[in-house]
């Protein structure tokens, strides 16, 4: 069920308060925490010499969480009462290299985040930079995300107005969102889990500003660039397929993909495997001029231009379905249960009609990708294995009519 949202902000202190003492020792936080508070305290009170100005929009996620999300940026110059120019969104180096056209006309940084939550020095001298951005407001509209990274920098930024999503929170997590949050201007409850992100970017931005903005497709602007004719001919109709994930468990069997691309050839299409190098689920069977394996071989720039001109992308769980979908290829994405319906299938009001989630309902959904049922975390849920080769070519045939 989803909370209607009531156009009026919330305080913090209607959901946490600490004290001055509790925040100068406060129970319950991590090692890492201690490790990193000296650091952090430094940065934030480091003199910038002037003027606050502009919004700081802290995005530290995935590529997909930042497909959905790019929508309601183009909201925050009016919601805020901004200039574009004044908009900077900090963000992760995972999807530095497109920045540029993703996010133009607004200012971009990002970071290494995996560094930023791990090694101290590297996180002071992040720190520094997010301080010397100066903002007047800081923002963090982020459900499912981690207080020592995301919250910390709106702290770490000094902005004078700090607003945030009333996040996910755990009781592993309970005392350093208590730290944060108690020292934030105003929290906005954005519905009950599981609600969509997409909606939730909406009732974020609707409660701020007082009135309904709806909630849209993801949508991202993209080069025409052709694919390099060595890899695939001009005019030539291909397919792309993602195999891969960073989580082992959301990789669909490789040997499903394969009888999937076997399907394909036979109706006289290419098919062009791609991924990251380390989410190679196992040996591609490469056939001359009809099966090519890039797993491994393209740039995240080179990944969009192959996926912006295929017939039709079919993916796992992953960044790259959000991508396909946000450019307006055909995609059909394979879903697992861990998080059902916060991020993928969409909801209808913003599914565009070429996009397609193929999953098998179980009991066990929501389990937060801590699946008790494989014997290890090498093994793919089941909710994942069990999604059926006929009814995933069936919607790719539904597809690629679509596309003639």
């Not at 934030?44 to 003027?51: L, Q």
């Not at 900077?88 to 930023?116: A, M, P, Q, R």
């Not at 309904?212 to 497709?217: D, G, L, P, V, Y």
């Not at 017939?311 to 055909?330: F, K, M, R, W, Y």
Request: net charge positive; hydrophobic share 40%; glycine share 6%.
């Amino acid at each position: 069920m989803r909370d209607t949202p009531k156009f009026k902000t919330s305080k913090s202190n209607a959901f946490f308060t600490s004290n001055l003492f509790w925040r100068l020792l406060p129970a319950g936080m991590r090692r890492r925490w201690w490790m990193f508070r000296l650091f952090d305290f430094v940065a934030k009170y480091t003199p910038i010499f002037r003027k606050r100005r502009g919004v700081l929009v802290v995005r530290m996620d995935g590529i997909g969480d930042m497909v959905l999300f790019r929508t309601s940026l183009d909201h925050y110059g009016e919601v805020f009462g901004v200039k574009k120019s004044e908009i900077t969104v900090l963000g992760c180096d995972s999807w530095g290299s497109i920045t540029s056209e993703v996010f133009e006309g607004y200012k971009v940084l990002t970071i290494d985040e995996h560094s930023f939550a791990r090694w101290p020095l590297y996180r002071f001298w992040v720190s520094l930079k997010v301080r010397a951005v100066n903002p007047a407001i800081s923002v963090c509209d982020s459900y499912l995300r981690r207080a020592l990274m995301a919250d910390s920098l709106m702290w770490i930024s000094g902005a004078p107005r700090m607003v945030s999503s009333l996040p996910f929170i755990s009781e592993g997590t309970r005392a350093e969102y208590q730290y944060y949050l108690s020292q934030i201007d105003e929290i906005i409850p954005t519905g009950d889990y599981p609600t969509h992100e997409a909606l939730r970017h909406s009732n974020f931005l609707s409660t701020i500003a007082g009135r309904q903005i709806k909630a849209e497709a993801p949508k991202i602007s993209w080069r025409q660039t052709l694919p390099p004719s060595d890899i695939v001919p001009h005019g030539v109709p291909y397919v792309v397929l993602n195999p891969g994930s960073n989580e082992f468990g959301r990789r669909w069997p490789l040997v499903q993909y394969q009888r999937l691309a076997k399907k394909l050839v036979l109706k006289g299409l290419l098919v062009i495997f791609v991924g990251g190098i380390s989410e190679r689920p196992g040996a591609i069977q490469e056939r001359e001029g009809k099966i090519i394996d890039l797993i491994g071989k393209t740039s995240l720039e080179q990944l969009l231009d192959l996926m912006n001109h295929a017939q039709l992308v079919v993916s796992n769980d992953t960044g790259p379905a959000h991508l396909s979908i946000a450019i307006s290829t055909p995609t059909l994405v394979i879903v697992g249960g861990g998080h059902f319906g916060c991020f993928v299938p969409y909801p209808e009001e913003i599914r565009p009609i070429n996009a397609r989630f193929v999953y098998h309902h179980m009991g066990c959904y929501h389990c937060f990708w801590n699946c008790p049922k494989r014997a290890s975390k090498y093994d793919v849920f089941p909710c994942v294995e069990a999604v059926h080769i006929d009814e995933v070519w069936r919607v790719s045939q539904q597809l690629l009519d679509f596309t003639k």
